[in-house]
C-alpha cells in the first residue's frame, strides 16, 4: 500500500518561505513520478510542479514559476517543495502526488496516489 505524508504546511507572511515534503513508502520510490497540487476554497485543484524519476526533469504552473522549486531525495523517499515570494494567492491545500508512468504530468488523473494535504496560509 503506497503512503505519501505531507508536512511542512503552516501560516506565513506574503513574501516569506515555507517548505513542504512528502514522504512516500509501500513502493520503489525511485520509479515514481511526483507532483505538487493545491486546492484553494471554493476552487478546483490546480498543478503546481512534478519532477520525474530521476530529478533532471521538473515542470512548475506558470503562476509559480521562479518561486517554487521542486526536488527530491530517492535516498530518503521524499519528495520536496520550497516556496518563496509567497502570496496571498499561494493559500491553499497543498498535496503530494506519485505516479508509476514514465514523463512528467501536469494533470491530476495522471497520479494514482495522493497524500491527505497539508495546509499553507499566507497573509497579506
Known amino acids: 500500500q503506497v503512503q505519501l505524508v505531507e508536512s511542512g504546511g503552516g501560516l506565513a507572511q506574503a513574501g516569506g518561505s515555507l517548505r513542504l515534503s512528502c514522504v512516500v513508502s509501500g513502493r520503489t520510490f525511485s520509479y515514481l513520478v511526483m507532483g505538487w497540487f493545491r486546492q484553494a476554497p471554493g476552487k478546483e485543484r490546480e498543478f503546481v510542479s512534478a519532477?520525474?524519476?530521476?530529478?533532471?526533469?521538473?515542470l512548475y504552473a506558470d503562476s509559480v514559476k521562479g518561486r517554487f522549486t521542486i526536488s527530491r531525495d530517492n535516498a530518503r523517499t521524499t519528495v520536496y517543495l520550497q516556496m518563496n515570494s509567497l502570496e496571498a494567492g499561494d493559500t491553499a491545500v497543498y498535496y503530494c502526488?506519485?505516479?508509476?508512468?514514465?514523463?512528467?504530468?501536469?494533470?491530476?488523473?495522471?497520479?494514482?496516489?495522493w497524500g491527505q494535504g497539508t495546509q499553507v496560509t499566507v497573509s497579506s
Open positions: 519532477i520525474n524519476r530521476s530529478g533532471g526533469t521538473t
Open positions: 502526488a506519485a505516479t508509476d508512468s514514465g514523463g512528467v504530468y501536469n494533470t491530476a488523473r495522471a497520479y494514482y496516489y
